[in-house]
């Protein structure tokens, strides 16, 4: 199995045990899977995994538990995503934690969505005549 299909198995039983938050969508994302409630983006998974959206207020939070925002390689760097955190191991074995988490993690990514000013229109490209 590949890694983005093995990605979105873990993210659909991620989103089975999220059903008291609201219906959960999964969607591939890059090699991995994200999660969703109305068309926001809270978590994903990658590399077998989650990373849960977090903010100003949960971030210190998550790296008093010494987990780790989310990274990837670029030729020549490593790129690092500070708005999106391991999940703690708590929410593994705990359903309600879980839950709880995501939906923090929903409520970061909600808050951040209203902050970003609204996408301009594109404009279509013209061909050049040839």
């Avoid at 994200?34 to 077998?48: E, H, K, M, Q, Y």
């Amino acid at each position: 199995m590949s890694s983005s299909a093995e990605a979105r198995e873990q993210a659909l039983e991620v989103a089975e045990r999220l059903g008291t938050l609201g219906p959960v969508v999964v969607k591939r994302m890059f090699s991995g899977a994200g999660l969703s409630i109305d068309g926001v983006n809270f978590a994903f998974v990658i590399g077998g995994t989650l990373y849960l959206r977090v903010d100003d207020q949960s971030r210190p939070e998550y790296e008093a538990m010494g987990l780790e925002p989310f990274r990837y390689d670029r030729p020549g760097r490593t790129v690092t995503v500070g708005s999106y955190y391991e999940a703690p191991d708590e929410v593994f074995d705990d359903d309600e934690a879980l839950c709880s988490r995501a939906r923090a993690a929903w409520q970061a990514a909600l808050t951040a969505s209203r902050a970003r000013p609204p996408k301009k229109p594109r404009t279509p490209r013209r061909r050049k005549p040839g």
